[in-house]
């Protein structure tokens, strides 16, 4: 059943057992004022079933804004079901990503990977600042970023006296 009914259903009932309760509330208290209520044995059942009646009150307050949670805050299943979906393949297309990655990072050395991964984390990362990043000196970084780029790896793109490094491919 969809929300929305059942959040409608729910608020039906609760008002007509609202309606039902405040009935019964009201003849309670006409009949202790008939009554002028003394300690009596008769008032005091009186008293405790009108305080067992306020519990009930309480609790179809509760139900009352169960189905007004339902009819206006609750998602529908579908939504909830396509959002985990769309974040499971989200994932999924990361966790592709990262795989090729560490792939790729396999045969290399220490540097190039601190120097490969430097790029990934900063996308157009200038040469100066990845020369800090990757703890290199700048003709080593110079060296490691022509090799990448003959393999394909990375495009350097003129920035000022220095380039900035993108990855050609997404990974």
Known sequence: METKKLGFLILGISVMLSLVMFSFISSLGAQGNAMNCNPTQECQQLNSVLGISHIAVG?????????????????????????????????????????????????????????????????????????????????????????????NLIARKAKGKTYSVFLTNNF
Not at 74 to 83: A, F, S, W
Not at 105 to 128: C, F, H, M, Y
Request: no cysteine.
């Open 59 to 151: 609790f179809l307050a509760f139900i009352f804004a169960l189905g007004f949670y339902l009819l206006f805050f609750n998602k529908d299943q579908g939504d909830v079901l396509k959002r985990y979906y769309d974040e499971k393949l989200e994932k999924n297309v990361e966790n592709k990503n990262n795989d090729k990655f560490s792939l790729l990072l396999r045969p290399l050395d220490e540097n190039e990977r601190k120097v490969l991964t430097a790029i990934k984390e900063q996308d157009g990362i200038t040469q100066s600042t990845l020369k800090y990043r990757a703890d290199l000196s700048k003709a080593k970084i110079s060296q490691i970023l022509t090799d990448f780029e003959r393999k």
